[in-house]
């Protein structure tokens, strides 16, 4: 079964350092999304994607935060410099662009740490 | 805005009982109702959603979920809970009004089921 794929699974960084997390979404999705939750409590939204632009974004997706879909199969959160209360799971989805009834799959998530 | 709420913090079961996790939205227009699954230390799992159609939706590992418009509800249901449904559980809306694409989650509530 297709699954959405995400490295590293756990990095410590510095604050201040740059991280960069990687994402493999299900190959004919369209639609590409990056999630964080905080030491497991609730699941926020931070960016959705969608033909090569960030189509949505939240408050906590300021400008400390990119993304990028640098070739046809990845696509990558970075965090420029990274704070503390930036330690959290991040968890990579996507989902197929037949209109807004499908669900979203979600990869096993990067666990940031930040010290 | 949208928005998801479940209650409980909270779900204690006995294994063999029935179980019930609540949720409740707020959307404008109709809206797509989703569930999903954590287990420790790993991704968010699609459960079951809710489009249109039939009221009760029935999704994966016997779980199901009553689509109810009056009372602006979407709880999770299970006849019969195993002591391996013990996660955290997420109901999770989308609606059609803005950035159509993301899901908005509820807070969670950590099904406990006892032997």
């Known amino acids: 079964e297709p699954e959405v794929t995400q490295t590293p699974s756990h990095q410590v960084t510095q604050m201040g350092q740059e991280v960069i997390l990687r994402c493999v979404p299900i190959s004919n999705h369209l639609y590409f999304y990056w999630y964080r939750q905080i030491l497991g409590q609730k699941v926020e939204f931070l960016v959705s994607f969608y033909n090569n632009e960030i189509s949505e974004k939240s408050e906590i997706f300021d400008d400390q935060f990119s993304v990028e879909r640098p070739d046809g199969s990845n696509f990558t959160l970075k965090i420029r410099s990274t704070k503390l209360e930036d330690s959290a799971m991040y968890f990579c989805?996507?989902?197929?662009?037949?209109?807004?009834?499908?669900?979203?799959?979600f990869g096993e998530g990067s666990r940031l740490t930040v010290l | 805005a949208q928005s998801v709420a479940q209650p409980e913090d909270q779900v204690n079961v006995a294994e063999g009982n029935p179980l019930t996790v609540k949720c409740t939205y707020s959307v404008s227009g109709n809206p797509y109702l989703f569930w999903y699954v954590q287990y420790p230390n790993r991704g968010l799992q699609f459960l079951l959603k809710y489009i249109t159609g039939d009221n009760l939706v029935k999704g994966s590992y016997g779980f199901e979920a009553e689509f109810n418009k009056s009372q602006t509800s979407f709880h999770l249901k299970k006849p019969s809970a195993l002591v391996s449904d013990s996660a955290l559980y997420f109901c999770?809306?989308?609606?059609?009004?803005?950035?159509?694409?993301?899901?908005?989650f509820g807070a969670g509530t950590r099904l406990a089921v006892h032997p």
């Open positions: 999770a809306v989308r609606g059609l009004s803005g950035g159509y694409n993301k899901l908005i």
């Open positions: 989805a996507s989902s197929e662009a037949y209109g807004s009834t499908g669900e979203l799959f």
